[in-house]
């Protein structure tokens, strides 16, 4: 799994960071996510980004999923 942000639909919420804030950071310039770690490996920590990118207002996270 590997996630990916869209820098330019990002409005800098910040609900990725409050959500799972070893993944996600913001930048002081213009508050878009940071991806901290892009391929996080255990349970936990991947259902908080699942939920990080469920509740991003601008939609702008991603997880890709490897090929099978």
């Known amino acids: 799994m590997r996630i990916t942000a869209d820098l330019d639909r990002c ?3 910040g609900q990725c960071v409050l959500t799972e804030p070893t993944v996600f950071d913001q930048s002081d310039d213009d508050g878009t996510v940071i991806v901290l770690r892009s391929a996080p490996e255990d349970a936990e920590t991947i259902g908080r ?5 469920r509740i991003c207002p601008s939609q702008a996270l991603a997880l890709a999923e490897p090929a099978a």
């Not at 980004?49 to 990118?53: G, H, K, L």
């Open 11 to 13: 409005v800098g919420a």
């Open 49 to 53: 980004v699942r939920e990080a990118i």
